[in-house]
């Protein structure tokens, strides 16, 4: 087995090699923290959207599906306090012309001497702390001045906050209720790393709940039990995850408390996850600023309120990084290693490979017709090249759970051979079962 300090490295390899990540603009020498997925892994990553989708919207009667715009106005920013306080504070050096965080020197290394933290070496010169706001600017329209100046959004939630009345009026939603929303955030972080787990452009997957003050502690317990449940349910290792509470100086500025996800990486525990209690923070900062009233009518109660928030954020890149890490081991067979991507089938990029035998006395026909039949409903993928054993090997490295192998028996009695990556064990399916099987073990 890989030790941690070699899984990253073999992880970032592979998802190379395999289609999974590419780094962007890599042609130019790439760009500072941006990835680009692959064909398998786009795939993961959409299997990753929908399971949360599915969970968040479609199952659940009390949530309604969003999808606002990246660029908003300029004052929701002012509104939401990320103008005057999304900031990290940064040190520079002199010498090396390198910029840390200064709240991370001690997780940090010198360029120069690697061994020491910056700051330690002989020849650095940090600078005082300076802020540094972490959102990216642009313009909006021709003119390039102080009043055209647009934010790309930090965190999807504020177009949540803003279209709160627009889908409670068009819905037949009723406090307590929630909107959830997947789409892509912006931050120039100071120190991304850690191949896809910090990066300046990343995808959210959040979910804004709306309650009565007073019971927002209990809405806040609950949702911190679910998605706790939801990682467990992809197939994360149980004793990986965990969950950290915010101490006071960690607190968000707009969070009365905060629990984060957890999932022990080969680099330490990290988040993958925060859930929030926001308080009426943020429909409070939007009404003061926009001048518009968002309080909620409880016509059962004849009462107005501004409604509580807790907040449920995931980043869809840093759970597809946490099932790759997850999933990924090494495992001696016969003499060879063999590298296996573990997904839990539901998530996994392809569903199935489809192999003839040899490529002679009707197989490869057969298989072609099996491949095309699945092909319409799963994603599937067709292999006649080389010995069945490497075959084999190719899906288990790209985490496909089964592999289906028509033989000489399929010509004489219509049944395939079904295996399985994890055991390696196989079954005898009828021909026409194929797809039944499959589907049965393809669930959350
Ligand atoms: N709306 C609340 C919010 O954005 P956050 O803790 O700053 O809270 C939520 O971010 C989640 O977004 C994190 O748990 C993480 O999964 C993801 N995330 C945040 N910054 C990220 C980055 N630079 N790269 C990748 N994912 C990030």
């Known amino acids: 087995m890989a030790n941690d300090s070699q899984v990253m490295d073999k992880l970032v390899s592979l998802c190379k090699r395999r289609g999974y990540i590419f780094q962007s603009s890599e042609i130019y020498g790439g760009v500072g923290s941006v990835w680009d997925y692959g064909p398998l892994g786009v795939e993961l990553q959409r299997n990753v959207k929908e399971a949360w989708w599915r969970a968040m919207v479609h199952e659940r009667d009390d949530i309604e599906g969003l999808d606002a715009g990246i660029l908003m106005h300029p004052r929701v920013w002012e509104a939401s306090g990320h103008v005057a306080g999304f900031t990290d504070p940064l040190v ?29 070496f002989h020849d650095c010169q940090l600078t005082e702390p300076r802020l ?111 969950l950290h509470q915010h101490g006071p100086e960690e607190l968000a500025h707009y969070a009365k408390a905060a629990f984060d996800i957890q999932y022990e990486f080969p680099f330490g525990w990290q988040e993958i ?33 501004l409604p509580y928030i807790v907040e449920t954020s995931a980043g869809a890149d840093r759970v597809t990084l946490t099932l790759m890490v997850d999933a990924y081991r090494e495992e001696q067979v016969e003499g060879e290693t063999r590298v296996v991507l573990g997904f839990h089938p539901a998530i996994a990029p392809i569903k199935a490979g489809v192999f003839p035998l040899v490529k002679k006395d009707g197989m490869p026909e057969l298989a072609t017709e099996l491949y095309h039949a699945l092909k319409r409903r799963l ?49 005898r399916v009828g021909l026409d079962q194929v797809e039944a099987y499959l589907r049965e073990r393809l669930e959350v």
């Open 92 to 120: 520079d050096c002199k010498a090396c012309k390198a910029r840390f965080r200064a709240d991370q020197l001690e997780e940090s290394s010198c360029p120069r001497k690697p061994s020491v933290h910056p700051g330690e």
């Open 132 to 242: 540094f706001n972490l959102m990216f600017k642009t313009f909006m329209g021709p003119v390039e001045d102080q009043a055209a100046i647009v934010y790309l959004r930090p965190e999807t939630a504020q177009g949540i906050y803003v279209n709160y009345l627009n889908v409670l009026n068009s819905s037949r939603q009723r406090i307590p209720f929630g909107i959830a929303q997947i789409g892509k955030a912006f931050r120039n972080e100071i120190t991304p790393g850690n191949f896809i787990f910090r990066t300046r452009e990343f995808e959210q997957m959040e979910m804004q709940f709306f309650v009565k003050p007073g019971s927002d502690e209990e809405w806040f317990e609950r949702w911190r039990a679910w998605r706790l449940e939801w990682h467990q349910a992809l197939g994360l290792a149980p004793a990986r995850l965990r």
């Open 273 to 305: 996850e925060g859930v929030h209690n926001r308080t009426d923070f943020d429909l409070g900062r939007h009404q003061q600023y926009s001048g518009k009233k968002l309080e909620y009518f409880d016509q059962a109660a004849n009462e107005r309120y």
């Open 379 to 427: 994603p599937v993928f067709y292999d006649d090249s080389g010995a069945i054993g490497r075959r084999y090997r190719r899906m288990d490295e790209a985490g496909t759970p089964f592999c289906i192998t028509v033989d000489g028996d399929t010509v004489s009695a219509r049944t395939v051979t079904v295996r399985h990556r994890d055991s390696m064990s196989q079954d």
